[in-house]
């Protein structure tokens, strides 16, 4: 069955750099999409980043395409969320979830924070000093 892996998280001083991890099995993976997602403490879900891995194209949210960036590796099975000068605003669950591609997926999926098939269960980013 399809299962998602996130990790990487952990507490982050602001300014500071992370890396998180979402190992895919169970499924195909260039017939997906990837995307993650997040989830602060007492709000809604937002949609981060998005990658189709028939072509690697990405979506990614307005508010973090310039400190946040999606990437795939195909042999490892594994999609990355690099994340640059984190601030306590970025506090929150991070999720991968995963959905057979569609047009305009990646898009819709990031833009309502949902529509997707499959989650991981999350890893915890805590940006503190």
């Known amino acids: 069955q399809v299962q998602l892996v996130e990790s990487g998280g952990g507490l982050v001083q602001p300014g500071g750099s992370l890396r998180l991890s979402c190992a895919a099995s169970g499924f195909t993976m260039n017939d997906n999409v990837i995307g993650w997602f997040r989830q602060a403490p007492g709000k809604a879900r937002e949609g981060v980043s998005c990658i189709s891995l028939n072509d690697n194209t990405t979506f990614s949210r307005d508010s973090m395409k310039d400190r946040f960036y999606i990437s795939r590796d195909q042999v490892k099975s594994t999609v990355y969320l690099q994340m640059y000068r984190l601030t306590p605003e970025d506090t929150g669950v991070y999720y991968c979830?995963?959905?057979?591609?569609?047009?305009?997926?990646?898009?819709?999926?990031?833009?309502?924070?949902?529509?997707?098939?499959?989650w991981g269960k999350g890893t915890l980013v805590t940006v503190s000093s």
């Open positions: 979830a995963t959905s057979p591609n569609a047009p305009g997926l990646c898009r819709i999926a990031t833009m309502i924070a949902g529509g997707m098939a499959s």
